[in-house]
């Protein structure tokens, strides 16, 4: 019997380009349908629209989008994330916008600072709301959270995910994964990662705190989820150990290896892409 399909709410600047590239070695390329991170809205209503049957071949279906793609799914599905503490991820979602030219919010943020930056972006709470899946317009990463949106978000994960991760803890994560989903996880290696950043012990706590106010959903949805993440490592506790070493093993790539696998899963996520816009 086959098992639910995976669906990976990606939620942005929360390590999931590494854990994007590491589904696409353990699916069939063409099995998996990638919303695009760079066009997530068209991708996301282009899947939205697919026939049945070309759903119900899906074995993975993962990106930027809502909590709620598994009500149009004819099969048994079932939820990952990561979670990532709120003010670190602002500060990486900032400073990423601020240096990749290719980002939609490029020329915009160029002229806001952080604090700027973070009092009046529509894309605050963007974890809550993501996971929350309420009603929010074509753009859904912008819109109002409330308590609500907060209660909706954690009664979500309690129904429907497998797993919440923790970017700060991705190895952790990892091992939980491959512990939940049987993964070979042969190989690991990091992208996509914001390196033109100040750590967050570098900014100011007038800014720390502002960004903690305007995500106080976040902040309060990351503080619900981290006992239950040590929950499900202390019920693994033992095949976790023996993974995190296996996990470990697979990180150690020397530079010709690495370059090897970036190169092929590079391959790997373009063919799933393109599959997927079709």
């Known amino acids: 019997m086959q098992p639910p399909a995976l669906i990976y709410l990606h939620l942005p600047k929360c390590g999931g380009t590494t854990l994007n590239r590491l589904i696409e070695w353990e699916y069939p390329p063409f099995r998996i349908y990638s919303v695009d991170p760079s066009f ?24 930027h989008m809502p909590f709620g793609i598994h009500r149009r799914l004819p099969q048994p599905s079932t939820y990952i994330t990561i979670l990532r503490e709120p003010v670190d991820r602002v ?16 020329r915009r943020v160029q002229r806001l600072s952080l604090e700027e930056y973070a009092a009046t972006t ?18 859904f990463l912008a819109g109002d959270c409330t308590e609500l949106t907060l209660e909706t978000a954690k009664a979500n994960l309690a129904a429907h995910f497998t797993l919440a991760g923790l970017t700060e803890r991705f190895d952790e994560t ?105």
């Open 40 to 63: 997530f809205r068209w991708s996301y209503y282009h899947l939205l629209q697919l026939p049945p049957p070309r759903l119900a071949r899906m074995r993975v279906i993962k990106g």
């Open 122 to 139: 529509p894309h605050h709470n963007l974890q809550c709301k993501l996971l929350a899946g309420l009603p929010t317009g074509r753009d």
């Open 174 to 278: 990892l091992a939980l994964l491959k512990v939940l989903f049987g993964w070979k996880l042969n190989h690991y290696a990091s992208f996509n990662v914001t390196r033109l950043r100040p750590r967050k012990q570098a900014i100011p706590d007038s800014a720390q705190r502002l960004i903690a106010e305007r995500n106080r959903f976040d902040v309060a949805l990351y503080e619900h989820v981290l006992p239950l993440f040590d929950r499900a490592l202390q019920t693994h506790r033992d095949a976790v150990a023996d993974t995190l070493r296996e996990v470990a093993r697979a990180r150690r790539l020397g530079p010709l290896r690495a370059a090897s696998y970036q190169a092929a899963s590079g391959l790997r996520k373009a063919l799933s892409r393109i599959r997927s816009a079709l």
């Open 91 to 106: 500060i990486s979602e900032y400073y990423f916008a601020l240096h990749y030219r290719l980002h939609p919010q490029h």
